[in-house]
């Protein structure tokens, strides 16, 4: 099994673009576009605050629809663990780049100090950049092939 480890970064509120919501459920979620297909690809949240706002995790799948257009939307409520795994069945890409906040007062955006860093948890897929917004090319991951891929985010 592939496994690619989020590094912690830093990105200005510019990065994060409003998510469309795809679904609103809380622990597993199931993103299927094909009935038949097999289950074998998913992302792994981790350090999650429990009970606490709703987790945005939007998926791209190309260099020109990174942060524009998500292949794949979810919205998950904060449950009293503090780990979630949305498995992506089927998704038509062959490579994704996974950008996740928490927004824990619920207001709708990731909240940033007056310098533009982050104050809620956040992360991406891949290997982002230490410093400024995360990029397609760091982020992305393959979903090439039949064997599993788990895309493992630990929110900063």
């Known amino acids: 099994m592939k496994t690619t480890h989020a590094n912690t970064f830093t990105w200005s509120r510019a990065a994060v673009l409003a998510l469309v919501v795809g679904s609103a459920m809380a622990g597993t979620v199931y993103a299927q576009n094909a009935p038949d297909a097999p289950c074998n690809k998913t992302i792994e949240l981790s350090n999650v605050r429990p009970d606490q706002g709703t987790v945005y995790i939007a998926t791209y799948g190309s260099a020109e629809g990174y942060n524009k257009a ?11 663990r503090d780990t ?3 498995s992506l069945c089927s998704l038509d890409a062959d490579e994704v780049a996974v950008s996740v906040y928490q927004d ?3 207001n709708g955006k990731l909240d940033s100090n ?12 891949g290997k982002p950049s230490n410093f400024g917004p995360p ?3 760091a982020t992305k991951v393959s979903l090439r092939g039949t064997d599993p891929v788990r895309i493992n985010i630990k929110l900063n």
Do not use: C, D, H, Q
């Open 104 to 106: 824990l007062n619920s």
């Open 70 to 80: 998500a292949l794949l939307s979810v919205m998950l409520k904060a449950n009293r």
């Open 84 to 86: 979630a795994s949305i």
């Open 114 to 125: 007056p310098f533009g860093i982050p104050s809620e948890p956040y992360g991406a897929s």
């Open 135 to 137: 990029t397609w090319e």
